[in-house]
């Protein structure tokens, strides 16, 4: 008997053991991200409770911040990755001297305007009216140049500045004419507001005018390109790690609400299970930049229209390094 305890005791050592060695050879990688709710932190609580970022040697650390903290902590490099990578915002550090790269997009995009008020029909009607925003976010500065597709004065439109997770305060109270959000914010809000109205931001039709496409690539994964030049194993596996969780939460909608939402209630988690089965609207999309280059780059033509980069960044912002 004892020496089969002795052989249990040292059998467990070694599980003990051999986990602590699994555990040492995980590359640690920090990521900067949005909090929730937001897209940038749509996929991160999936990558740690599924552990896809284990299966591919990372131990990632996603911290969370607010729109203008992100921006700062990673242009300054402080972080040297950012998992609420919008393109824009890398274009505009790149032309700002900033040397960053968008590694690879993850989410296409797609925003809303909400309003409660009878007599806001259309996008024209917000002129001379407050509309609550994240007027730091890129998904405010391209909802602005489709509003100016529709003729919408912009100058004429008040904006109430507020971080994203302020938005669906906004939207719930009616201090806003109106509020412009994205998922899975707007999701849940309807799941709580059933009788609030989107307006007609026409994204598909605008956008497939512009450029013959309906894929509007957006928000990814940028990193500096000092780190990506000493860490190109590294950035595949992020890469890949990314990949298994989009096909999981794509595969698993209800499991991956309870997940992504986990302080809503089930009506609210029902909401996001409906939008990841509807990914036409969430846009979830794993892609390498070579893959969706001319998309990529039209995505900078609306930056330049907007006045929110001075210059085209070109490819060259776009990683191009290997890909497995």
Request: aromatic share 10%; proline share 6%.
């Amino acid at each position: 008997m004892n020496l089969l305890k002795l052989i249990g005791a040292a059998a467990c050592a070694s599980l003990l053991a051999a986990g602590s060695a699994g555990a040492q050879n995980l590359e640690n990688l920090r990521m900067v991200v949005f909090g929730p709710p937001s897209l940038g932190a749509f996929l991160p609580p999936v990558i740690k409770a599924k552990k896809f970022d284990e299966k591919h040697g990372l131990n990632i650390e996603f911290v969370e911040r607010p729109p203008d903290a992100y921006t700062v902590q990673f242009n300054t490099g402080e972080f040297q990755v950012g998992g609420s990578a919008a393109l824009l915002t890398v274009g505009l550090a790149a032309a700002r001297g900033v040397k960053v790269t968008y590694l690879f997009n993850v989410f296409n995009y797609w925003s809303y305007v909400v309003t409660s008020r009878p007599d806001i029909k259309t996008l024209k009607d917000l002129e001379g009216k407050e509309v609550a925003a994240a007027a730091s976010t890129s998904s405010y500065r391209i909802f602005t140049w489709f509003a100016k597709q529709q003729g919408v004065d912009m100058s004429k439109v008040s904006i109430v500045n507020t971080a994203p997770p302020g938005l669906m305060g906004y939207a719930m109270a009616d201090r806003a004419a109106a509020v412009h959000m994205w998922d899975p914010g707007f999701d849940l809000l309807r799941s709580q507001k059933p009788g609030i109205r989107s307006l007609d931001l026409k994204i598909e039709e605008t956008w497939k005018k512009f450029t013959g496409t309906t894929d509007i690539p957006y928000l990814g994964v940028a990193a500096h390109d000092e780190w990506i030049a000493k860490n190109p194993k590294t950035a595949v596996k992020l890469f890949n790690a990314y990949k298994d969780a989009e096909a999981w939460v794509l595969a698993n909608p209800d499991e991956a609400s309870k997940l992504i939402a986990p302080k809503s209630n089930a009506e609210g988690q029902k909401f996001v299970a409906t939008l990841i089965r509807d990914n036409k609207r969430l846009g979830m999309k794993v892609e390498w930049p070579h893959d969706i280059k001319k998309e990529l780059l039209a995505i900078y033509k609306v930056g330049v229209d907007v006045e929110l980069m001075p210059s085209d960044p070109g490819e060259k912002t776009l990683y191009s390094g290997p890909r497995q």
